[in-house]
């Protein structure tokens, strides 16, 4: 069994956060935008809080002894906390069979 160190209480605080502006972009916009939307309203959420973040971050990805270019983050908050905005173009079908809610089993989440 693979035993992990405690999540640091400030990174667990950013990561809340996070998790609470998603909520509240969420709850705000509702389903149907393109990601460009959420992602900037996420970015307003944090800046309303006074959350420190990067958009757009360039990345190099070790893979042994070579860096690899080309991977890139949609948001680095905090400088602990990587979040990457996913936006459906379209609800399908079985969206709506759960009243408008996406059903993260059936979406392959």
Same mark, same amino acid.
């Given at each position: 069994?693979? $035993?992990?160190?405690?999540?640091?209480?400030?990174?667990?605080?950013?990561?809340?956060?996070?998790?609470? $502006?998603?909520?509240?972009?969420?709850?705000?916009?509702?389903? =149907?935008? +393109?990601?460009?939307?959420?992602?900037?309203?996420? $970015?307003?959420?944090?800046?309303?809080?006074?959350?420190?973040?990067?958009?757009? +971050?360039?990345?190099?990805?070790?893979? +042994?002894?070579?860096?690899?270019?080309?991977?890139?983050?949609?948001?680095?908050?905090? =400088?602990?906390?990587?979040?990457?905005?996913?936006?459906?173009?379209?609800?399908?079908?079985?969206?709506?069979? &759960?009243?408008? +809610?996406?059903?993260?089993?059936?979406?392959? &989440?």
């Amino acid at each position: 069994m693979t $035993c992990h160190a405690p999540i640091p209480a400030d990174v667990e605080r950013i990561a809340s956060t996070c998790i609470n $502006c998603g909520i509240h972009v969420h709850r705000f916009l509702g389903p =149907g935008f +393109k990601e460009v939307i959420y992602q900037r309203a996420f $970015c307003l959420e944090l800046d309303a809080r006074g959350v420190a973040f990067e958009t757009e +971050k360039q990345i190099l990805v070790r893979y +042994k002894s070579w860096s690899i270019p080309g991977q890139r983050i949609d948001l680095i908050v905090g =400088g602990a906390v990587l979040v990457e905005i996913k936006a459906l173009p379209k609800l399908r079908r079985w969206c709506l069979s &759960s009243g408008g +809610k996406v059903d993260s089993h059936r979406s392959g &989440s």
